[in-house]
């Protein structure tokens, strides 16, 4: 057997005679869940036994951020205790060693994986535990019950494709704008939102190198939340901007600085410190807001209805070592 393959070996039970649902391993994590849980175990560095359990909802919404994000920059922290961190080839999992106390009583873990073998277990697990009525990817009141016992599954909607354009959104060759023939219809909160597209009138010979979009429109289609997408890309310069409602369903710790403008309506964010979670502010953004988050923080929004934020990232795959060096800040301005 190859490499890639025996990496993609996913470790999982015979379905549960009464749940249905498998149970799954990776490394010394093991995963199982009922009809409302899902409950994580390891052991201490001394043997001992410990568990966690996490709503299977909250559980799923987050699980389904890390497999499509390619578990995005930095932590991401499905609660208080247990996430990955992206080291870009490979993933740490761990159960309490960015949360303070448990890392004070040494009852946490923390194993490395090549990034194929956890993508694989996460995107089988995610499969496994999504039943057909249920969308992750969705807010509460788009979406049916993630609980109860195993019924079918939802594979089309875990698998959407991240919309990244390679330029700008609507150029030739690139990511079309969305429509309803692309199967993005205007969601309910933004139906009054205009749909005219900017008009262009640009040189012969520059058709190409002129361009606009109405981003407006095309954010009042997006039928996921939280989940960035690329709509300009100028070399590291990363425009991702996303509609949330609801609870970001994970804690995101930065390994670089996040820039965030508020477009429509209000987001409530609770930052707190990246290694020990101990909290450090509470920021509340309406419209036309700007806020960044610094290297050194972690933080989880809360939208009270469906809003639009442009969030921008520097994607420099060097950046996150220049930080770690003390060659890059974590702040984003000095006064």
């Known amino acids: 057997m190859n490499a890639p393959a025996e990496l993609a070996r996913v470790i999982a039970s015979q379905p549960d005679a009464t749940l249905g649902y498998k149970d799954f391993s990776l490394g010394s994590f093991s995963f199982r869940r009922d009809e409302y849980f899902v409950h994580i175990g390891w052991k201490t560095r001394d043997g001992r036994p410990m568990s966690h359990t996490l709503d299977a909802g909250n559980y799923l919404r987050a699980l389904m951020r890390d497999v499509a994000w390619g578990f995005f920059y930095g932590w991401v922290n499905f609660d208080d205790v247990f996430g990955t961190v992206n080291h870009y080839d490979s993933v740490d999992l761990y159960a309490g060693s960015f949360n303070g106390t448990m890392k004070d009583a040494g009852i946490d873990l923390l194993e490395n994986f090549p990034t194929a073998q956890i993508r694989a277990t996460f995107e089988a697990m995610l499969d496994d535990w999504t039943n057909e009525a249920f969308d992750p990817f969705s807010a509460p009141q788009e979406t049916g019950s993630p609980y109860g016992r195993k019924s079918g599954n939802n594979t089309a909607k875990i698998t959407r494709a991240r919309e990244l354009a390679k330029r700008c959104v609507g150029l030739k060759g690139d990511l079309d704008l969305r429509s309803d ?155």
């Open 181 to 335: 023939a692309r199967g993005a219809p205007i969601n309910r909160a933004f139906a009054d939102v205009p749909q005219g597209e900017p008009e262009l009138h640009p040189e012969p010979g520059f058709e190409n190198e002129v361009h606009a979009f109405n981003l407006f429109g095309f954010l009042s289609r997006s039928q996921v939340t939280w989940n960035p997408s690329f709509t300009s890309v100028v070399k590291h310069s990363f425009m991702c901007p996303t509609t949330e409602e609801h609870i970001l369903p994970i804690i995101h710790g930065n390994d670089r600085v996040e820039w965030f403008f508020q477009m429509t309506d209000e987001i409530h964010w609770d930052c707190g410190d990246k290694n020990t979670g101990k909290p450090m502010a509470r920021v509340i953004m309406k419209a036309g807001d700007m806020a960044a988050m610094p290297a050194y923080c972690r933080h989880q929004g809360f939208s009270p209805k469906r809003s639009m934020l442009l969030v921008w990232e520097n994607g420099s795959p060097s950046l996150v070592y220049e930080i770690q060096k003390g060659e890059s800040p974590e702040i984003p301005v000095q006064f």
